[in-house]
């Protein structure tokens, strides 16, 4: 995964804070992904992109936003973060999502929310 | 509405032996289907897929079996190695979808 990178990779917040999260990649795909990854829920999407300035919401968008301004930048922001919002979220890109072009993920950003 | 299940969140198998797990799915419309591995504190890596054209895809040590009348996709490791322990999803698409669909994982444990 040297060609995204998730900042940052661990962060502390209390709650009713805001927090961004950053993914930059530098395969130029055009999707690109937010996961987060729970015990007993595994990888579920909350927001994806396909495209600049194209993004769409996935199964647990609630109390999550994002921008992309640039192919290589997909931001996920908490806009008051609660402790429901403690998590590892994942970045990822593919530059197809159908068939055999699979997704490639970062490293991970453990957000803990007090 | 969970479209992909892994019902199983753990198996341990010893060291030599096969270790198979699981994974259902219900949309019809998939016709892709992937696994991915992941270790601690590191991001979910691609391990091998299948095209549902086939029922059997093998690579090395780990073979995909996909059963498209009973939705049910396996992989197989055999054998059984301790650096195999880790957490492995399981991952459906279809041709024009825009995401993949994960399952919630199962953890395997390579016990020596």
């Known amino acids: 995964d040297a060609g995204i990178t998730q900042s940052p990779r661990h962060k502390v917040t209390e709650t009713g804070t805001p927090v961004t999260l950053r993914c930059h990649q530098t395969?130029?795909?055009?999707?690109m992904y937010w996961y987060r990854q729970d015990p007993g829920h595994g990888l579920r999407l909350i927001h994806y992109?396909?495209?600049?300035?194209?993004?769409d919401k996935g199964e647990v968008s609630d109390g999550y936003s994002v921008s992309r301004s640039k192919t290589e930048d997909f931001l996920l922001t908490l806009e008051s973060a609660t402790s429901s919002q403690t998590s590892v979220y994942f970045c990822?890109?593919?530059?197809?999502?159908?068939?055999?072009?699979?997704?490639?993920f970062g490293a991970g950003s453990r957000l803990t929310v007090l | 509405d969970q479209q992909v299940k892994q019902n199983s969140p753990s198996l341990s198998v010893q060291e030599g032996r096969i270790s198979i797990l699981n994974c259902d799915y219900t949309?019809?419309?998939?016709?892709?289907f992937l696994w991915y591995k992941k270790y601690p504190a590191e991001g979910p890596t691609f391990l091998i897929s299948?095209?549902?054209?086939?029922d059997k895809n093998e690579d090395g040590r780990f073979t995909v079996f996909l059963n498209k009348s009973a939705k049910h996709l396996s992989l197989h490791i055999v054998p059984s190695q301790p650096g195999d322990s880790a957490v492995y999803f399981c991952?459906?698409?279809?041709?024009?979808?825009?995401?993949?669909?994960f399952g919630q994982g199962t953890r395997l444990t390579i016990n020596p």
């Open positions: 992109s396909y495209g600049v300035k194209d993004t």
């Open positions: 990822a890109t593919t530059g197809n999502p159908s068939g055999a072009n699979v997704l490639t």
């Open positions: 395969e130029n795909h055009r999707y």
């Open positions: 299948i095209s549902s054209i086939k």
């Open positions: 949309n019809s419309m998939f016709d892709y």
């Open positions: 991952a459906a698409t279809f041709q024009g979808a825009q995401k993949l669909v």
